[in-house]
């Protein structure tokens, strides 16, 4: 379960790997599963990180993890599981 106090803005492609993969032990799935129990505090569009600036974008767009918004933190779902378990 997430325990960050921070917002999280999940990448809808973490939410179709979420809804296709085989592993139900997965960071998408981990993150698909706290995004419905209520227990991760999210939003669903990268736009919103202007209005959020300490919110966190997960994501697995690798181009843009390659290329990050300035001044804004964004980690794969594993990433991010390891951060906070």
């Known amino acids: 379960m997430a325990t960050a106090a921070a917002l999280v803005v999940v990448d809808t492609n973490v ?3 979420g809804l296709i993969t085989q592993d139900p032990s997965s960071p998408t799935v981990r993150t698909l599963d706290a995004m419905l129990s209520g227990s991760l505090m999210f939003l669903m569009s990268p736009e919103l990180l202007a209005c959020e600036p300490n919110a966190v974008l997960v994501t697995g767009d690798r181009m843009l993890l390659k290329k990050p918004y300035p001044g804004r ?3 794969q779902p594993a990433e ?3 951060r906070h378990p």
């Open 15 to 17: 939410v179709v790997a």
């Open 73 to 75: 933190v964004l980690m």
């Open 80 to 82: 991010f599981w390891l």
